[in-house]
Nanobody, 126 residues
Framework: QVQLVESGGGLVQAGGSLRLSCVAS????????VGWFRQAPGKEREFVAA????????DYADSVKGRFTISRDSSKNTLYLQMNSLKTEDTAVYYC???????????????????WGQGTQVTVSS
């Protein structure tokens, strides 16, 4: 049984930083692509960033490029999202997600991720 548990969300002023973490259990973490999605009130869940099994390849939504950095530590079964220069429009619930093993498709496809965490709230105030 796969379990993904996010942490690190909170309230921050615009221009500030937060670091999200996601700890995975129930799977061999290193053979899955993992990513972050977010959902703001009244909006659809959208792709934020994803990272390959080895960590050598990443993909970012245009809205976060240059501000957010995704990374993983497979020895700790943990995924991270470093968020800098936060904007009010980054306010959302952030979800960690995992693909099936050895996934080779598009990283930003929400349908490619069958495993999801419960989410962590990020609120950016002006």
């Amino acid at each position: 049984q796969v379990q993904l548990v996010e942490s690190g969300g909170g309230l921050v002023q615009a221009g500030g930083s937060l670091r999200l973490s996601c700890v995975a259990s129930g799977r061999i973490f290193s053979i899955h692509v993992v990513g972050w999605f977010r959902q703001a009130p009244g909006k659809e869940r959208e792709f934020v960033a994803a990272i390959s099994m080895t960590g050598g390849s990443t993909d970012y939504a245009d809205s976060v490029k240059g501000r957010f950095t995704i990374s993983r530590d497979s020895s700790k079964n943990t995924l991270y999202l470093q968020m800098n220069s936060l904007k009010t429009e980054d306010t959302a619930v952030y979800y960690c997600a995992m693909t099936p093993p050895y996934y080779g498709g598009t990283y930003n496809d929400r349908a490619a991720y069958p495993y999801w965490g419960q989410g962590t709230q990020v609120t950016v105030s002006s």
